[in-house]
């Protein structure tokens, strides 16, 4: 009984946390972009260091979309190739006005909480999270990391992919459960 009091209490309260943020609808993906592959593959670099400006609504949808977005709409089919079909990947969003979950199903993003948890300071922050502990997760976690990366490198975005970061306290913020596991985060910015 007082768990499932407990259980009421905690749903209500991360409720009322993301009540403020509304859903984000975001853009088609652009497909003619055009930049080629080699050209995102000598360009490709890490980069610590953002200007302010917060990313277009086209950038962002289109980032999503390269990251992990459905790209054969009648399977449901990804983006990102996942190890045993597992299909595992979340991507979290997090900017200064709060955390987001994409929806590539919807192709929106999902408000979580209204804390600013990004690992770095970047307008946006995509964090990488498998829904199970096995070390596929790790493979897929990486897999969508270098899509973030040759897109970035494409688009003329700055990016890092990195392990560091606060674990507990995103947890917290994304309201993760114990068989989710943090893995990858990539601040994305335009260039300073």
């Known amino acids: 009984m007082k768990r499932s009091v407990f259980l009421m209490l ?21 497909l003619k972009r055009t930049v080629t ?26 980032l999503l979309w390269a990251a992990n977005g ?8 990804r983006t990102a190739p996942s190890a045993r079909n597992k299909q595992d990947i979340k991507v979290y969003v997090c900017m200064a006005e709060g955390n987001y979950l994409y929806n590539a199903s919807t192709s929106t993003l999902d408000p979580i ?11 946006i922050c995509l964090i990488l999270v498998s829904d199970n502990n096995e070390s596929w997760g790790a493979l897929d976690a990486g897999i969508v990391s270098q899509n973030i990366s040759l897109f970035c490198s494409g688009a003329d975005l700055a990016t890092v992919c990195r392990a560091s970061m606060n674990k507990e306290e995103l947890k917290k913020a994304l309201n993760l459960t114990d068989k989710q596991t943090l893995y990858l985060n990539h601040p994305v910015g335009y260039f300073k």
Not at 39 to 57: G, I, Q, V
Not at 113 to 123: E, F, G, I, L, N
């Open 10 to 30: 905690f749903f209500v309260a991360v409720s009322c946390a993301a009540q403020e943020l509304k859903p984000i609808k975001l853009n088609a993906p652009d």
């Open 37 to 62: 592959l080699m050209n995102a593959f000598s360009n490709r670099k890490s980069t610590r260091t953002f200007s302010d400006k917060m990313l277009s609504h086209q950038d962002l949808s289109d």
């Open 70 to 77: 459905i790209n054969r709409p009648k399977e449901g089919k």
């Open 113 to 123: 909480s209204k804390d600013d948890v990004r690992p770095m300071k970047a307008p």
